[in-house]
């Protein structure tokens, strides 16, 4: 019921308010008890009823009490029953689930007393049981007969007409942990007893709701006099409201005007309010501005018209520190400075009018606050404080734009000091940083020019860095973000020259070219190096290409050559490299191959011959015909001759001779070491091969 009270006055008449006012409103979602209430107090169907009647029926049990109720609520979101233990309910209040056991609650609730033992209690002697059963006093039967559950309900119903007849403000009690102990905080505790109090609900109804209101009348009332124009005399108090908030420029979205009030939040609360004191202050020193300025003086003794004195000085001060310029106010301060010019030392005047030539900020607040310990309000003194709050108000400017170093704040600062012309220490430092602050504005703005150079453009932000000019939205922060783009790309280059590798240059090149640096590319001497070093793998890359498939001897030499010129590491290069300094014969051998797989018959033949030569040069005199095993003897083979001198043949047998052979040179060629095997046979098994031969050398001779 407390809760439900709470609720009704929270939530539900809140938004009552904004409904009957015609604001639109966001509901604002809370769990609403109202039906575990109709659960337990409903004279029909409620736990209480019920069970008070079941004490009233013959036979009557809590088996039966608990059939009842189970029937009568079925279908109810808020009750439950346990299958497994038919003598268990639940009941789903505000703060949670919970179980009850209904074994023994007609007895607990029937609480009777008999006549014997009420004797016995309003007997006692116990102050305590006095004030229960007072002595005396006759119980009716009714009263006797009335049951625990009955009894709660008539308390409850009491306490509930008594709050509803009030004004109420809720104090929520938190309890910090269960053992109820000092200096020991439980989070989910206080988390669980704050959701389950409604009270984070409470909390988002009032920030999304309008805590202040006012009649309309009692508003317009109140404000109309903080306008700084005056409001139609004549308007409704409605038409005067909008009118108040207009000259005041609230925020519509936090102020509403409603049917017959005025709902507004806590900020427009507090502006209102501070203008309303403001106003209302300054109405009250001049209302006694006015009423001293109104006395005559003439009439007091010495003791009054100190005392006078003292009180108009007093109000001076608060006119002076509320800046009021009204006509009753200057004369207050003529009037006043009257009385006290005699008063003020001419050495204090002095200093004062030096300090003020001077703008001393140290002298002059030395200086006011003597004076204004010793009540010297004059009009030099209300002069210096003005020049003095001035001063502060500059230094602070000044303090601020250049902890900022913003060039604009600099500029109004200095714009400040120079209309009463102040050229303090402050103010020569801030124009030595103004011009600095521009001087490095252009370095940034030209370092942010297109064909960007990454060394302006590091000079730039650390010149920056040096003076702690260091700021987001500014051309610093684009220089930066320029700088680290350039830096990466400016590694990928260098990265990429170094390399000598196609595909990493490219990469670079690319990634150089995009509009990512402010919306240009970036050129600079490194990313043409790139280019001029692509072009030259690129070429490479076709004469190694080209070498490989023809393997002609100076094509690869010079490849490697120049490969080793530019330092290029490649495997199809490195291939070329292990047949340059790999074996000859080798190199030999690969270029026959590869001239043969591309039909070049006559290099072909030119390898092959540097081949034998290779060959028969290796060999030395092994190959001399002389060291043939199957030379015939020269007398042998003179032999063979039957005319002519054999001495003479024998001598001459490996000499060139223009003449016919009388017979083969070789045994092999006459039939060996058999004698009977006759020449053709030789013919037969060489006449293949001399061909071949004979053709091979026609060809060497015809080049």
């Known amino acids: ?258 049917r017959a009030r005025m709902l507004y939040r806590a900020m427009e609360y507090r502006k209102l309010e501070l203008d309303w004191s403001i106003v209302t202050k300054n109405e009250k020193i001049l209302e006694d501005l006015q009423r001293l300025v109104n006395m005559d003086v003439s009439k007091m003794d010495k003791e009054e018209k100190e005392e006078y004195i003292i009180e108009l000085a007093a109000a001076v001060r608060e006119s002076d520190l509320f800046r009021l310029k009204t006509a009753i106010a200057n004369q207050g301060r003529s009037l006043l ?113 297109p064909k960007f150079d990454l060394n302006t453009v590091r000079k730039a932000v650390q010149q920056c860095e040096q003076i702690g000019y260091i700021q987001s939205h500014t051309p610093y922060s684009e220089c930066v973000e320029l700088k680290n783009a350039l830096e990466r790309v400016h590694a990928m280059l260098e990265s990429a020259v170094d390399s000598w590798d196609e595909l990493q240059i490219e990469n670079a090149i690319l990634e150089a070219e995009k509009p990512q640096f402010l919306g240009h590319p970036y050129e600079c001497k490194l990313v043409v190096k790139c280019r001029n070093q692509l072009e030259k793998v690129i070429f490479l890359k076709g004469e190694c290409k080209r070498a490989i498939k023809q393997c002609i001897e100076e094509q690869v030499y010079a490849v490697v050559k120049r490969g080793d010129e530019l330092n290029v590491q490649t495997e199809p290069l490195d291939r070329l490299r292990e047949l340059v300094k790999g074996s000859y014969d080798n190199f030999l051998s690969e270029q026959y191959k590869r001239a043969k797989r591309c039909r070049h018959h006559d290099r072909a033949v030119r390898v092959m011959v540097t081949r034998a030569d290779r060959s028969v040069s290796s060999q030395g005199s092994a190959l001399e015909l002389s060291k043939y095993e199957g030379l015939k003897k020269p007398s042998d083979w003179a032999a063979e001759n039957e005319t002519g001198s054999q001495l003479r043949l024998s001598s001459n047998m490996l000499k060139y001779t223009d003449k016919p052979l009388h017979s083969p040179l070789t045994k092999a060629a006459a039939g060996g070491e058999k004698p009977g095997v006759i020449a053709s046979v030789h013919a037969k098994i060489f006449s293949a091969k001399y061909l071949r031969a004979f053709a091979t050398v026609q060809q060497a001779m015809g080049q």
């Open 1 to 258: 019921m407390l809760q439900q009270h709470f609720n009704n006055n929270t939530f539900k008449l809140e938004e009552k308010m904004y409904s009957d006012e015609g604001i639109e409103f966001e509901h604002i979602e809370f769990i609403d008890n109202e039906p575990m209430i109709q659960l337990i107090t409903d004279r029909k169907d409620g736990i209480l009823p019920m069970l008070d009647e079941e004490l009233f029926i013959p036979q009557g049990s809590d088996r039966n009490f608990l059939n009842k109720l189970a029937e009568k609520q079925r279908g109810n979101k808020v009750y439950g029953t346990v299958i497994k233990d038919p003598m268990l309910f639940k009941v789903k209040h505000y703060a949670g689930e919970v179980e009850y056991d209904g074994e023994g609650f007609l007895e607990k609730n029937r609480d009777t007393l008999n006549t014997d033992l009420l004797e016995l209690v309003q007997g006692s002697k116990n102050a305590f049981m006095n004030l229960l059963y007072p002595p005396g006093k006759e119980m009716s039967s009714t009263e006797r007969k009335a049951s625990l559950s009955k009894q709660f309900q008539q308390q409850l119903d009491s306490l509930m007409k008594a709050l509803y007849r009030t004004d109420p403000h809720y104090i929520r009690c938190i309890k910090p942990n269960e053992e109820k102990a000092p200096f020991k905080f439980i989070p989910r505790n206080c988390y669980e007893q704050l959701t389950y109090s409604g009270v984070f609900e409470a909390v988002a109804i009032r920030k999304k709701g309008y805590p202040f209101r006012l009649f309309h009348k009692d508003f317009a009332d109140r404000y109309t006099k903080i306008c700084s124009e005056p409001v139609e005399a004549g308007a409704s108090d409605k038409e005067k409201c909008n009118a108040i908030v207009e000259q005041m420029k609230l925020d519509t979205k936090n102020v509403k005007v409603g």
């Open 337 to 449: 400075e009257k009385f006290i010019e005699e008063r003020v030392p001419k050495e204090i005047k002095d200093r004062l009018s030096t300090a003020k030539t001077e703008m001393n900020r140290d002298e002059l607040e030395e200086l006011i606050e003597l004076c204004d310990n010793e009540g010297y309000i004059i009009k030099i003194v209300r002069e210096c404080r003005e020049l003095l709050d001035k001063i502060i108000d500059a230094d602070e400017a000044l303090d601020v734009a250049t902890v900022r170093m913003d060039e604009l704040l600099l500029e109004k600062a200095l714009a400040m000091c120079s209309e009463f012309s102040y050229t303090g220490f402050k103010v020569q430092e801030a124009v030595t940083l103004l011009k600095r602050l521009r001087k490095l504005k252009q370095t940034l703005l030209k370092a942010l020019e």
